[in-house]
């Protein structure tokens, strides 16, 4: 795969992880980066994003305030710094890369995906 998520795992409550994205195959320099998620029964939502050099960045309300997105370009890596968890953040994290400069929310603007990464958020 092109895109490989890592990081998820059980965390508590009020809890930390840090989700990475690592890409293959192409120079993340021409790409802008999104994090997605999906729970059960629910459609897929854009929860953050981050510009091709990391100068614009964008979250969903429901995660603002307590994810934080970063890209290191030298090591071809997104991360998603995820805070102050709470159980409705259980999903399958996704991310995904497009070849433009600016990003989006929207999933289907997003040619590139990983397989997700499992996220459970419970005491």
């Known amino acids: 795969s092109q895109l490989v998520e890592s990081g998820g795992g059980l965390a508590q409550p009020g809890g930390s992880l840090r989700l990475s994205c690592a890409v293959s195959?192409?120079?993340?320099?021409?790409?802008?980066i999104g994090w997605f998620r999906q729970a059960p029964g629910k459609e897929r939502e854009g929860i953050s994003c981050?510009?091709?050099?990391?100068?614009?960045?964008n979250y969903a309300d429901s995660v603002k305030g307590r994810f934080t997105i970063s890209r290191d370009n030298a090591k071809n890596t997104v991360y998603l710094q995820m805070n102050s968890l709470k159980p409705e953040d259980t999903a399958v994290y996704y991310c995904?890369?497009?070849?433009?400069?600016?990003?989006?929310?929207?999933?289907?603007?997003?040619?590139?995906w990983g397989q997700g990464t499992q996220v459970t958020v419970s005491s």
């Open positions: 981050i510009s091709s050099r990391g100068g614009r960045t």
């Open positions: 995904a890369a497009r070849s433009t400069w600016y990003c989006s929310l929207s999933s289907s603007e997003y040619t590139y």
């Open positions: 195959e192409f120079t993340l320099d021409y790409y802008a």
